[in-house]
């Protein structure tokens, strides 16, 4: 069994964004000669996602709607008990929770085999830093 091992740095420059990175797993794959198996890609940070959906600007900005409503940015110690710990990002932490912490795709004849229309996207939900996603690829 090969195996092979990326780490991503992501610095999305705003609070909160989605950022395709299925071109980097896409080349992690063809770096490792696998063929046939599994890429695990995982946010490496407790306010960041990895997930899959479709590259579609609008339902982008829906995500960064609807997570707004379900967990609004407030940093005050009030709203969020999180948040009187010092820290500020109570809703990012919420916000990853919904979102997803990793994904895994198979891998077959060396390509990602996706149904219509999947990408793997970075959401990010407390920006402004950098921070990792694991991409690990497994198999033959």
């Known amino acids: 069994m090969k195996s092979h091992t990326e780490y991503l740095t992501m610095n999305v420059p705003k609070r909160m964004g989605f950022v395709n990175i299925t071109p980097q797993v896409e080349a992690a794959v063809k770096k490792s000669g696998v063929k046939e198996g ?47 710990t010092g820290e500020d990002n109570a809703d990012a932490h919420l916000k990853r929770q919904v979102m997803g912490r990793e994904v895994v795709v198979a891998i077959t004849e060396g390509k990602l085999d996706f149904g219509p229309w999947e990408q793997i996207f970075y959401g990010e939900f407390d920006g402004k830093r950098a921070k990792r996603v694991l991409i690990k690829v497994i198999g033959e």
Do not use: K
């Not at 890609?41 to 590259?55: E, K, P, R």
């Not at 110690?77 to 009187?84: A, C, G, L």
């Open 38 to 84: 599994m890429v695990l890609c995982n946010a490496m940070h407790i306010t960041a996602s990895v997930f899959i959906n479709d590259d579609e600007s609008g339902l982008h900005e829906d995500y960064g709607q609807w997570l707004d409503a379900l967990a609004p940015f407030d940093a005050s110690p009030q709203r969020y008990r999180h948040n009187r």
